[in-house]
Nanobody, 123 residues
Framework: QVQLVESGGGLVQPGGSLRLSCAAS????????MSWYRQAPGKERELVAS????????DYADSVKGRFTISRDNAKSTLYLQMNSLKSEDTAVYYC????????????????WGQGTQVTVSS
C-alpha cells in the first residue's frame, strides 16, 4: 500500500531553516509528480510546491518563492523541501503528496498523502 512518511519538522525561530523529508513506498515513486502541501489551524490545505516526475520542473506558491526549494531523489524514493528564511506565517502541518503535474497544474492523488509533520516558526 502507498505510504508516505514526512519528517524534519520542528520548532525554529523566524529566519531559520528546516529541511523536510518524505520517504515514499508502496508505489513507483519515479512515475509520480510530487508535492508539498501545508495546513495551518483554521485554514484550508494549501499547495506549497510541486515537482515533476524527473525533477525537471518545479512550481511554488507565491508566498514561498525564493525561500523554499522542492527536490527529489528518485533513487531513494524521497522528496525534500528545503525551507529557508522561515516566517511565522509558515507555521503549519506539512504534508507530501503524490499526483500528476499536467500543463502547469498539480493534481493530487487522494490516496497518496503522508501523515504530516509540524513546522512551528516562533521566537
Amino acid at each position: 500500500q502507498v505510504q508516505l512518511v514526512e519528517s524534519g519538522g520542528g520548532l525554529v525561530q523566524p529566519g531559520g531553516s528546516l529541511r523536510l523529508s518524505c520517504a515514499a513506498s508502496g508505489f513507483t515513486f519515479s512515475s509520480y509528480a510530487m508535492s508539498w502541501y501545508r495546513q495551518a489551524p483554521g485554514k484550508e490545505r494549501e499547495l506549497v510546491a510541486s515537482i515533476t516526475m524527473d525533477g525537471g520542473s518545479t512550481d511554488y506558491a507565491d508566498s514561498v518563492k525564493g525561500r523554499f526549494t522542492i527536490s527529489r531523489d528518485n533513487a531513494k524514493s524521497t522528496l525534500y523541501l528545503q525551507m529557508n528564511s522561515l516566517k511565522s506565517e509558515d507555521t503549519a502541518v506539512y504534508y507530501c503528496n503524490g499526483g500528476v503535474y499536467d500543463s502547469g497544474t498539480y493534481f493530487p492523488r487522494p490516496d497518496c498523502w503522508g501523515q504530516g509533520t509540524q513546522v512551528t516558526v516562533s521566537s
